[in-house]
């Protein structure tokens, strides 16, 4: 079945640091990809998603470019703000489906 | 932001007890969904609906049951519930449509926190 993995956390930056969290995939045919984040107590938004591959979602200074050869889609970020603690959470969904798989999320705390 | 409204946002209730909880969506989308949240699990789809009256079962639908009598609403039932169900419930939504780069997205609600004790 369709199933996402991401980088357990948590992790702790110093602002301005580089992040990447880890997501990879396993799907049949040709999946969207998505990374949601969930501030705390908060709901999840929407922070970018990639339809086919080779595409680069981006927003907010945050970018992952989905890549069908290694079923990965990593997010990363430049120079990271206090502002940007919270859980982050890929998801797929499968074409013809409107069900979105998530993975089980990482914690991001970044330190002034 | 997306009008999605859930109720109650905090419930502490009692083993065997049933509890009801709302999902209240001002968009006007045909797709519901109901997740919980637990530590180390992300976020499992329970049910979700694809129309009025229109439902189906997610990964974790033991325990739970839903209804839905008009598009607006969305309500997620534990007939008799056990502290396994105590976790964070989400409501979401979303429009499906031909242009996937447009309609590809879901839209969360606030959740809501179930204490089973």
């Known amino acids: 079945g369709n199933s996402v993995t991401q980088m357990e956390g948590p992790v702790t930056l110093s602002e301005e640091a580089f992040l990447t969290i880890n997501c990879t995939y396993t799907?049949?045919?040709?999946?969207?990809l998505f990374w949601y984040v969930q501030y705390p107590g908060e709901g999840l938004q929407l922070l970018l998603k990639a339809t086919k591959a080779d595409d680069k979602g981006s927003n907010k200074g945050f970018e992952a470019t989905y890549r069908k050869e290694t079923t990965s889609f990593h997010l990363e970020k430049g120079s990271v703000q206090v502002s940007d603690s919270a859980v982050y959470f890929c998801a797929l969904r499968q074409g013809g489906s409107e069900k979105l798989v998530f993975g089980k999320g990482t914690k991001l705390t970044v330190n002034p | 932001d997306a009008g999605i409204t859930q109720s109650p946002r905090h419930k502490v209730t009692e083993t065997g007890t049933p509890v009801t909880l709302r999902c209240h969506q001002t968009e006007n989308h045909r797709y519901m969904y109901w997740y919980r949240q637990d530590p180390g699990h992300g976020l499992r789809l329970i049910h979700y609906?694809?129309?009025?009256?229109?439902?189906d079962k997610g990964e974790v639908s033991d325990g739970y049951s839903v209804s839905r009598s008009k598009t607006e609403d969305f309500l997620l039932t534990l007939e008799s519930a056990t502290s396994s169900q105590t976790s964070v419930y989400f409501c979401?939504?979303?429009?499906?449509?031909?242009?996937?780069?447009?309609?590809?997205?879901?839209?969360f609600g606030p959740g809501t926190r179930l204490t089973v004790l």
């Open positions: 799907a049949t045919g040709y999946p969207s």
């Open positions: 979401a939504i979303s429009e499906p449509g031909g242009d996937r780069t447009l309609t590809d997205t879901q839209y």
């Open positions: 609906s694809y129309g009025v009256k229109d439902t």
